[in-house]
């Protein structure tokens, strides 16, 4: 064991290691005298790992020179060239070829929905017309009743209707792709737009008043903007829930108000449905939902919709739990400031 003196020393015969060194540093510390021989050692042990630190990374460096340069040795530095080159220039071909492969598939589905559009209009301009021309013929030819010549002039109007809808169907797409802008705006109160909406969908598809509820709405929902585009796009989607409603049409129409300053039209349906996957689908231009060739359309109904919703600074949104069980379309335009 080490010996202390009174002058706080350590005696010839103590050998001096660690555990002495901290024993002889408290012994400083208690007895009042001088910590410099304790402080001294603590100083040489940090200096001592930093030297550690510091020859180990060098030692690391040197290591890591000597494999590079055995490597630099053994490989061609042209070759390690050429080698990033050719990766470089396969991973461009490889995504070009991919990049083209993507333009080829989207241009020919375009073009699928292009032809199914034409198609679509062709019939659609053609069945009324044909169906009136047979009507007129009918009544050139024959001398008939009264009665049977009002049913066959209600037919005539009925078509032309339709082929008036259709024209303004495809001029009102033309109209709202050009310009993303409204330049006329105008303060349009929707209560008034959403009831002569649905009162003009029941007479143009004889429906019963029970066949499209309106639920109770607000005293007013002014907004800004072009009152025949909002006018159409409403239309366009309650066309669109009686189109798919074969079996029955049971359509619900509602109108709200929040507090975020939005107004939110809601028309649901219990027709059809539309699968999950084909959601956000919908509202491009000339799609249509795979299976629903047989219903009559263009498939520009709700491209106008979704247009006319971003030219009026809003949006539209689809829900539809599944085929079979309807869909619920919601169409969110700002409110218009206090006059």
């Not at 001592?48 to 510091?54: A, N, P």
């Not at 340069?69 to 070009?96: D, P, Q």
């Not at 797409?173 to 105008?186: C, E, I, M, N, P």
Request: a positive charge; charged letters at 25%; one cysteine or more.
């Amino acid at each position: 064991m080490p010996i202390l003196s009174a002058a706080g020393r350590f005696s010839a015969e103590a050998p001096i290691n660690e555990p002495n060194i901290a024993l002889n540093g408290l012994a400083f510390a208690a007895s009042g005298g001088r910590a410099r021989t304790c402080y001294s050692v603590t100083t040489v042990t940090v200096s001592g790992r930093r030297k550690t630190i510091v020859f180990t990374t060098l030692g690391g460096c040197l290591v890591a020179l000597a494999i590079t340069l055995n490597v630099g040795w053994i490989a061609n530095w042209r070759t390690g060239v050429m080698y990033v080159i050719g990766t470089l220039s396969f991973l461009a071909i490889i995504a070009g070829v991919v990049l083209n492969t993507i333009f080829l598939l989207r241009e020919i589905r375009r073009n699928e929905q292009h032809d199914a559009f034409i198609n679509a209009v062709t019939h659609e301009l053609k069945t009324p017309v044909a169906s009136i021309r047979l009507y007129l013929e009918t009544l050139q030819k024959r001398d008939l009743p009264p009665e049977k010549q009002r049913e066959f002039y209600k037919i005539m109007h009925d078509d032309s209707d339709r082929l008036l809808n259709t024209i303004e169907t495809v001029l009102r797409a033309g109209r709202v792709s050009r310009s993303t802008k409204l330049y006329h705006r105008s303060r349009v109160d929707l209560v008034e737009v959403v009831q002569e909406t649905v009162d003009l969908a029941r007479t143009r598809n004889h429906l019963a008043a029970n066949s499209i509820a309106v639920a109770a709405m607000p005293k007013e929902a002014v907004v800004l903007g072009d009152p025949d585009e909002l006018k159409g796009a409403l239309m366009n989607l309650l066309d669109n829930a009686i189109k798919y409603s074969p079996k029955k049409v049971d359509i619900s129409v509602r109108l709200d108000k929040f507090i975020d300053r939005t107004a939110v039209v809601q028309v649901r349906d219990e027709g059809m449905g539309i699968p999950k996957s084909e959601l956000k689908h919908v509202f491009k231009r000339f799609y249509r939902v795979p299976g629903s060739v047989r219903i009559k359309g263009t498939g520009l109904g709700l491209f106008i919709v979704r247009t006319v919703a971003k030219k009026h600074g809003g949006k539209v949104t689809v829900e539809s739990p599944g085929p079979g069980f309807g869909s619920t379309f919601r169409l969110k335009i700002p409110l218009a400031a206090p006059e």
